[in-house]
């Protein structure tokens, strides 16, 4: 099974469900390892983060700093978010664990996130190759390159984790542009949403208004009425929540990205879904475009066969960003 992500808005119950889908799957067989980006988590127990830990403390006794106490390094902004990727990239990778479920919290944190992952290896990746590399000072500068290289390969997993995931999202049911905006963010990062839950939706709904199942009809929908007074959280959640966790019982591994290529004339088209609406802007910079979503950022390593080809221009078309590229005949050699 995939990676699960579960974010929402803030206040409708993103934990709840997610510890529901969590307590279904192992009532379905699953082993499930569960990560809370909300609660710190427990750093220094982990060998990913202690390598981490360590990799920091050479890179920054290069640029000339003094050593770090690792209580100090997990307090740096974006440290958690990193650390927690590269935890569940770790978890993914285990045999034992059938299932990986991450509590993203909020669509802004899951965002936040997000972006940090996707960013940060291609960073760190330009510092390595770059003039900072070069003037790196360590008495050990093997020992410094090495960790550099440890601290990248670890983020870089924990970004390829995303490209790897299904997202559920949870809200109310007065959300739906919330969660449309949500689902927009999560397909620029190569996530896959694969369902939505109403939580906390009244058992007597206001006479005349939509019912919320028919808000989001590019997804299937799940809701789950308010429990009832002094029933706990997770055996109230869990049984309605056994559509969803068949749903992603039944889903195929991922095995292709989220995007599309097509030969299209001379050129090629290259399609990324998003979302009906989404506020788009696109940018290039040698073999990534940078595609700002709802002002939510990623680097987009472009295909091989784009990467000798020019942007010609394109736009957005129900919900999908759709860009045309011709050959560089700078760089693109004719066929004979």
């Not at 299904?166 to 007065?174: D, E, H, I, K």
């Not at 199942?213 to 002094?230: F, I, M, Q």
């Not at 759709?322 to 693109?332: E, K, T």
Request: aromatic share 6%; glycine share 10%; with cysteine.
């Amino acid at each position: 099974m995939d990676l699960i992500l579960v974010s929402g808005v803030g206040g409708s119950g993103v934990s709840t469900v997610a510890t529901g889908l969590a307590q279904g799957l192992r009532e379905k067989g699953y082993v499930t390892a569960e990560f809370n980006s909300s609660v710190a988590a427990h750093l220094a127990s982990s060998s990913v983060w202690a390598e981490s830990a360590a990799t920091f403390g050479v890179w920054l006794k290069t640029l000339g700093t003094a050593g770090l106490a690792a209580d100090e390094v997990n307090g740096l902004p974006g440290i958690n978010e990193l650390a927690t990727g590269a935890m569940v990239a770790s978890a993914l990778h285990d045999p034992g664990i059938d299932a990986v479920l991450w509590d993203l919290g909020s669509i802004r944190e899951a965002g936040r996130t997000m972006q940090v992952l996707d960013s940060v290896p291609m960073l760190l990746d330009r510092l390595l190759t770059g003039s900072v590399a070069d003037q790196l000072s360590a008495p050990d500068p093997a020992a410094s390159v090495s960790a550099w290289y440890r601290l990248v390969t670890h983020i870089g997993q924990a970004r390829e984790v995303l490209s790897r995931s299904r997202a559920v999202l949870v809200g109310r049911a007065a959300d739906h542009e919330a969660l449309s905006a949500g689902i927009g963010i999560f397909r620029l990062y190569g996530s896959s949403p694969a369902a939505v839950v109403f939580n906390r939706v009244s058992k007597s709904p206001t006479p005349g208004k939509a019912a919320p199942e028919n808000w989001l009809v590019d997804l299937p929908t799940t809701v789950v009425t308010e429990r009832e007074k002094g029933s706990p959280k997770s055996s109230w959640s869990a049984p309605r929540l056994n559509g969803v966790v068949k749903l992603l019982d039944r889903l195929p591994p991922i095995s292709s990205p989220g995007w599309t290529l097509a030969k299209r004339g001379r050129g090629y088209r290259l399609t990324l879904p998003l979302r009906s609406g989404a506020h788009v802007r696109v940018g290039r910079r040698g073999d990534s475009l940078l595609l700002v979503c709802d002002g939510y950022a990623r680097h987009f390593e472009l295909p091989p066969v784009l990467k000798r080809c020019l942007l010609e221009g394109g736009g957005m078309r129900a919900g999908d960003l759709i860009l045309n590229f011709v050959p560089n005949p700078r760089v693109w050699r004719e066929q004979e």
